[in-house]
């Protein structure tokens, strides 16, 4: 419910922002300077003491940080929506997103520092920035709650709204409109076509009409918005309604209960001028996708890099103590079931699939996988491989190529995903990982239902915090072969 006031408030909190962020780097120069006198470390470069001239000495010579930095910050903390959503979000949740932004906007004001090959940054200075910028903008934000809430309770800044409905969802939206007062909304009725409603209070607002009264009242009440929160069957009632708010310019929203959805989220969106309301199991920020994908080419690099003489050698070891192929291709079901070539190291003999139908009676897995321990099939050179996680190493390949992500549910066999219930299959949401949940939580030893649903807690609960944190958790993993068979 975004006015074209509150954008222009939006613009205007950038701008602010942007002062305090510079205003920061000003105060850590002191901060930075005392800090060293107390502790009696080395002068930090072109700081001549903690005195006016000094900071204008400073500035002179990083002028580019002063200036970078603000607009770093202020563009990740956009991303972030906080000056889109600021009417409706909780001081608590503010300090969150402000504790993350500022996580990302370090990062960032690092790499900006390092490509522009700033000789003589201090690291303790960028430090000290970092954490003076944060308490900046979190006293800030909270004096900017304080002025809101004060012209909010003398009438200023409100947005009165007229409310369609008084089912469960209507009431759930009247309690968190009452529990906000930050958000400036103000409830100044109800409308319901039930006849013995008329009059009375629900969750403390009254109902002043049915839906063939709203002409009337828009005409007469001081009504900014009309909020229709209806089921879908109310469809066909509402038409005239909008029509009548829409001749007297009186903005609406509409909040229906389409359809009893346990796992999918909607949001509105706009193709080719055709509006679409779209239900999404899975949904990111374009920004996350595209630091996931850059955190993806740079690790796999990294790695291949780093790893190619251990590569090199496991390659010239297996071919060595075992005839056959170095590397071993299957094809795998990928992202919505697209079949790709994942690359291993081989760890079985050559004919190892068809032994495999000699082993089925083994399998120690349930369900549609097949594990088994002390595997026949496996070579002196692939059990080692397996233990210490090795033989995945040219997955890093397949991530380089897109088909697969660092961090993901893993890849099945077509023919697995054939005996999928349909719960199961959206797993296949998501584009396949070397790495997940069940992979640092004990593999072989996790029955598959329950790694079914460790994937579908992956889906539901994705961020770029939890993919660093299953990361860290894999090199533990790795170095004690914790459920590797």
Not at 271 to 283: C, D, I, S, V, Y
Request: net charge positive; charged share 20%.
């Amino acid at each position: 419910m975004l006015s074209e006031r509150e954008r222009f408030m939006g613009q205007i909190m950038k701008g602010i922002d942007a002062v305090i962020l510079a205003l920061a780097f000003c105060m850590a120069y002191f901060f930075d300077e005392f800090i060293r006198l107390l502790t009696s470390l080395s002068v930090k470069a072109y700081a001549i003491g903690p005195t006016f001239s000094g900071l204008v000495y400073f500035i002179f010579n990083y002028w580019m940080m002063l200036v970078g930095f603000p607009l770093i910050w202020v563009a990740v903390l956009a991303l972030n929506g906080i000056y889109r959503r600021y009417r409706t979000l909780s001081f608590r949740k503010l300090c969150y997103l402000i504790l993350v932004s500022s996580i990302w906007a370090s990062v960032a004001s690092g790499s900006f520092v390092f490509l522009l090959n700033i000789d003589l940054a201090s690291r303790l200075f960028f430090t000290v920035y970092t954490v003076t910028a944060y308490a900046l903008l979190i006293v800030e934000k909270w004096l900017l709650f304080r002025l809101l809430n004060l012209a909010h309770s003398r009438g200023y800044n409100q947005e009165n709204l007229l409310i369609v409905g008084t089912g469960k969802r209507a009431r759930e939206f009247i309690h968190a409109v009452k529990q906000h007062s930050n958000w400036g909304l103000r409830i100044i009725g109800l409308i319901d076509d039930e006849h013995n409603l008329y009059g009375k209070q629900v969750d403390g607002c009254r109902v002043i009409g049915r839906i063939q009264d709203i002409p009337f009242l828009i005409n007469h009440l001081v009504i900014d918005r009309v909020i229709f929160v209806v089921p879908r069957l109310w469809l066909h009632r509402i038409e005239e309604a909008i029509q009548a708010c829409e001749e007297v310019g009186i903005s609406t929203s509409i909040s229906l209960d389409l359809y009893n959805l346990r796992i999918a989220r909607t949001h509105q969106t706009d193709f080719n001028g055709f509006p679409l309301l779209e239900f999404e199991t899975f949904r990111a920020k374009e920004w996350q996708l595209f630091i996931k994908r850059l955190i993806d080419i740079l690790v796999s690099l990294l790695f291949l890099v780093f790893f190619s003489p251990l590569m090199l050698m496991v390659a010239i070891i297996t071919k060595l103590t075992s005839p056959g192929p170095v590397l071993f291709k299957q094809v795998r079901a990928g992202l919505k079931g697209r079949k790709f070539t994942l690359l291993k190291f081989r760890s079985m003999v050559v004919d190892a699939e068809a032994k495999k139908f000699q082993l089925l009676d083994s399998n120690e897995m349930d369900g549609p996988v097949f594990k088994i321990k002390r595997d026949p099939r496996i070579t002196r050179i692939g059990a080692i491989l397996r233990k210490t996680s090795i033989d995945e190493l040219p997955q890093f390949i397949n991530v380089l190529m897109g088909d697969m992500s660092i961090v993901g549910p893993r890849p099945p066999l077509p023919q697995e995903v054939e005996h999928y219930q349909i719960w199961q299959r959206r797993r296949l949401s998501l584009k396949p990982g070397i790495t997940c949940i069940w992979q640092v939580s004990g593999r072989n030893k996790i029955g598959f239902d329950q790694w079914m649903r460790m994937d579908m807690q992956y889906i539901d609960n994705w961020s770029l915090t939890l993919d660093l944190k299953i990361l860290f958790k894999t090199f533990f993993v790795v170095l004690v072969g914790y459920g590797a068979e």
